[in-house]
T-cell receptor, first 115, second 112 residues
Framework: EAQVTQNPRYLITVTGKKLTVTCSQNMNHEYMSWYRQDPGLGLRQIYY???????DKGDVPEGYKVSRKEKRNFPLILESPSPNQTSLYFC??????????????FGPGTRLTVT | DQQVKQNSPSLSVQEGRISILNCDYTNSMFDYFLWYKKYPAEGPTFLISISSIKDKNEDGRFTVFLNKSAKHLSLHIVPSQPGDSAVYFCAASYSGTYKYIFGTGTRLKVLA
């Protein structure tokens, strides 16, 4: 089954404790992206990757890091989480020739709470 | 600065009638638009897209209209079904970038 998986689905952590949210897709997609969803703000893009070792900032990259060492994986790293990073996070992938200009498949989401 | 706006946070429609969801944008460089549907506790799922070279695109019960001069797009669902009850997001992108800008979403409730 074609899918995007994220782990963990739920996470409660404390300020400053480094964490990683994993994202994996089994569709051989070139393009992957991370979003956060907040009430009243919709979905905002954090980082995206056009292919292995190629990443770039979205609209809200502050406080986040990403890496793309393998095509299928695109982890989101919070080196020193803060309460304003409490949010619902989505990973997505697209196979439109690496352009990302097509249907994006979204993962189920990771709800992160930072206290 | 919200470049993509969905000014109606919610909409209620009777089953069988037409649902019209609206989206406005400010950046004239946007040339590709998409609509996604989101159920609670799930990730968004793609519905339909439109390129700026078109003014209409249809897929079954879903039609997206693009008015470039007004910087406005709309999603029509005909006929509306209770299973269409969800949050709908519009998104925009432009050539030469891989960024996507999403609206804040409209919650559609289709009443049986």
């Amino acid at each position: 089954e074609a899918q995007v998986t994220q782990n963990p689905r739920y996470l409660i952590t404390v300020t400053g404790k480094k964490l990683t949210v994993t994202c994996s897709q089994n569709m051989n997609h070139e393009y992957m992206s991370w979003y956060r969803q907040d009430p009243g703000l919709g979905l905002r893009q954090i980082y995206y990757s056009m292919n292995v070792e190629v990443t770039d900032k979205g609209d809200v990259p502050e406080g986040y890091k990403v890496s793309r060492k393998e095509k299928r994986n695109f982890p989101l790293i919070l080196e020193s989480p803060s309460p304003n990073q409490t949010s619902l996070y989505f990973c997505a992938s697209s196979g439109e020739g690496g352009q990302g200009r097509g249907e994006q498949y979204f993962g189920p989401g990771t709800r992160l709470t930072v206290t | 600065d919200q470049q993509v706006k969905q000014n109606s946070p919610s909409l209620s429609v009777q089953e069988g009638r037409i649902s019209i969801l609206n989206c406005d944008y400010t950046n004239s460089m946007f040339d590709y638009f998409l609509w996604y549907k989101k159920y609670p506790a799930e990730g968004p799922t793609f519905l339909i897209s439109i390129s700026s070279i078109k003014d209409k695109n249809e897929d079954g019960r879903f039609t997206v209209f693009l008015n470039k001069s007004a910087k406005h797009l709309s999603l029509h669902i005909v006929p509306s079904q209770p299973g269409d009850s969800a949050v709908y997001f519009c998104a925009a992108s432009y050539s030469g970038t891989y960024k996507y800008i999403f609206g804040t979403g409209t919650r559609l409730k289709v009443l049986a």
